[in-house]
Every structure is written in C-alpha cells, then in structure tokens.
C-alpha cells in the first residue's frame, strides 16, 4: 500500500503541494484529478522521487521511501508512465521495452509475453522506431515499458490525452485488468471525468495545489467533481 501523508513540495518559492495526503491500495485504482496547473503531475513525481519533497512522508509497504532517489523506489517496484509519453524515439520499440530492464535483476530481465497480450500492436512492431508509431501507439509502448519492470505501484499521468477514443477504451480495459489482478497499486491522474469513472475506486481532487475532495468512487458526487474541473 502507497500512503502519501501531509507532503509539501516546492519549485523555488513557489510552494507547488500543500499538505497533500492520498493512499493506493493494491487492487486498487486511486484517481487524481483537477484542472492543468493544480499540481496533479508535481505529486506523482514526488512519489517517484524525481521531486523531492521539503515536508511530510511518502511511505511504500510500511517503510518510508521519502529520501530514497528515483532509482531505488523503482528497484521497490514503483514504475511512472509520465504525461507526453517520454519514450525515445530514434529506439525501436524492442529497445524501448528493454530499457525498462535498468531497475531489474539480470535474471528478471525478460519480456513477459503478458506486455504483448495486452497489446498486440507492439508485438507487431517490435523493429519500428518508436517515433514513427501514432500517438496511441506509443501510449501503449510507455504502458509496456513501465509494465517491464514488474512494478507492484503503477503511476499513469493522463493516459488519455492525445488519444484516439478506440485506443483510449483499450487503454481503460487494460488498466482495469492490472487492477484486478491483485498484486498492483494504480494511481491514475486523468482530466476526463467519464474515463476516470469508469475505473476509479477512489478519487482524489485538487486544487491550487491541496487536496479539496477524496472519497470512494461509489460515494463521490459527480456534480461536486466536475465542479473542480471546468474553467
């Protein structure tokens, strides 16, 4: 379990997250959501530790990884599908799958044919430069990269932006299956509120940087959701 407790963090002066708590559960999907600019992105890089936080504890699987670098929460099993896909273009997608090897054991470093079952397109292309696939194309080649690592917490920035809307529901099944398994923590930062519906278990909004609304997806008020979404 990801708990996230009273964490600050700042760009300069500029104070970014204010005492923002959150937790995940394995089997779990927590979404966050709230208008661009809020601090939704600062608050997953803070949990992966490319952001370090000035107060508060993010703590993984009971131990406190607050001060641990990137690296080492990705050898603890937390893997980051950043917002812009972020893969390397001039690499063929086999290679890009590969680099998702750097956190693992050498015995681990293989590809699990489940990476090609739930997208077959990049079995398909395994030879093609990543820059040459769609947009969709590459979503899912950024999904497959960080599901090389085996991770026990996935973090998805806006999954869906720039999506085709047949690529975006393959996507959501796809998130829904790993959640269901049972043995993975998703958090999910998204800004379509139906996408985010559809899988949430618990949501988590904010706002100018704090927390403003959290609560199961069952319970949470639609109406008072959107109302942090619109301009």
Known sequence: MLSVENIHLYYGASHTLKNVSLSAEVGKITCVMGRNGVGKSSLLRAIMGLKQIRQGKVIWQGADISRLPAHQRARKGLAIVPQGREIFARLSVLENLKTGFAPLPRAQRIIDDEIFELFPVLQSMLNRRGGDLSGGQQQQLAIG?????????????????????????????????????????????????????ELADRFVVMDRGEVVLSGDGGSISEADVRKYLTV
């Open 145 to 197: 990269r960080a599901l090389v690592t085996r991770p026990k917490l996935l973090i998805l920035d806006e999954p869906t932006e720039g999506i085709q809307p047949s690529i975006i529901k393959d996507i959501g099944r796809v998130i829904r299956k790993l959640a269901d398994r049972g043995d993975m923590a998703i958090v999910l930062v998204e800004q379509y509120f139906d996408f985010a519906q």
